[in-house]
């Protein structure tokens, strides 16, 4: 079935340090491939999405390409904050056993210091 | 402002008893609502899908007698943890589908931490 593969956290950084934390897809069809975080205590916000092949979604400095032929969707910032400090879940969306469903990663904690 | 409210947020409750969790979507009329299930440090898991009008699909391995779902209107659903135990101590996330299909987001509440003592 569809999966999500998701780089192992936690990623510690020091602010403004370059971010990248990989994500890959198994799934039959054409998804749509999202970016999702959860700060402490809270629920999943949505962080940036992207529907087709090469499409690039973006918010907030983060970045992710739609990369069909690798079947990946890293996630980028150029200079972290420590306000990003969370954990970031990818995530698919497909149909599986006819229902369409959100599939996540394992999610990957990100801590980014002074 | 929030899409999604999810109450109660925190609820402690004695082994045996149950609770109800309620997920309401404040924006939009929502004919599908999921929940999920976070453990500590680890990924969420689909409960199940939530169907205004007819009974909700569980996934595998999930206990519909146990884990009851309830979407009565297109604004409101609720999980239902029925006799409850410590193992079923955990995160509980719902999150509500605009009608526009499979490029839709999902929209999730802030989640319900239940603890079973």
């Known amino acids: 079935g569809d999966s999500v593969t998701q780089m192992e956290g936690p990623v510690t950084l020091s602010e403004e340090a370059f971010l990248t934390i990989n994500c890959t897809y198994t799934a039959t069809g054409y998804p749509s491939l999202f970016w999702y975080v959860q700060y402490p205590g809270e629920g999943l916000q949505l962080l940036l999405k992207a529907t087709k092949a090469d499409d690039k979604g973006s918010n907030k400095g983060f970045e992710a390409t739609y990369r069909k032929e690798t079947t990946s969707f890293h996630l980028e910032k150029g200079s972290v904050q420590v306000s990003d400090s969370a954990v970031y879940f990818c995530?698919?969306?497909?149909?599986?056993?006819?229902?369409?469903?959100?599939?996540f990663g394992a999610g990957t904690r990100l801590a980014v210091h002074p | 402002g929030a899409v999604v409210s999810q109450h109660p947020s925190r609820v402690i409750c004695k082994s045996g008893t149950s609770v109800k969790i309620e997920c309401r979507s404040l924006d939009f009329q929502a004919t599908t609502m999921f929940w999920y299930r976070q453990f500590p440090k680890q990924s969420l898991m689909l409960m199940a899908t939530s169907n205004e009008g007819s009974k909700a699909t569980y996934e595998q391995g999930v206990e519909k007698d146990k884990f009851l779902i309830n979407h009565a209107s297109l604004t409101l659903s609720t999980l239902t943890v029925t006799s409850a135990h410590p193992e079923d101590s955990s995160f509980y996330i719902c999150g509500v589908i605009r009608t526009g299909g499979i490029n839709s987001p999902l929209h999730f509440g802030n989640g319900t931490r239940l603890t079973v003592t």
């Open positions: 995530a698919l969306s497909g149909l599986s056993g006819g229902y369409n469903k959100l599939i």
